[in-house]
Nanobody
């Protein structure tokens, strides 16, 4: 089973930036869509961003559009989430996930392998 390890989280002031990475243990993720989700304290996990296997299609939640950018480097089995102009409400545990197909998807049910998550805390 593929293992995903997120990194890059931390504490940042509002308006700052962070870059999350999601490294996979297998090259096979190159054929699958990838997604980032987040769960804030006391809330349900929500979609953040998704990217197709080729990187040609990306989707974003309205709340992060224009501030976050998802990308991937299939040669490194890694997916990234560049987060700019961070807001207090972006505070959450961020998870990456492998899709069930090569397409990008906003639906949590379309993902079947999940990382352990990385904490992002934005101070106001």
């Amino acid at each position: 089973q593929v293992q995903l390890v997120e990194s890059g989280g931390g504490l940042v002031q509002a308006g700052g930036s962070l870059r999350l990475s999601c490294a996979a243990s297998e090259r096979t993720i190159s054929f699958y869509g990838m997604g980032w989700f987040r769960r804030a304290a006391g809330k349900e996990r929500e979609f953040v961003a998704a990217i197709s296997w080729s990187g040609g299609t990306t989707y974003y939640a309205d709340s992060v559009k224009g501030r976050f950018t998802i990308s991937r480097d299939n040669a490194k089995n890694t997916v990234y989430l560049q987060m700019n102009i961070l807001k207090f409400e972006d505070t959450a545990v961020y998870y990456c996930a492998v899709g069930r197909s090569g397409s990008a998807s906003v639906a949590e049910d379309d993902y079947h392998h999940w990382g352990q998550g990385t904490q992002v805390t934005v101070s106001s």
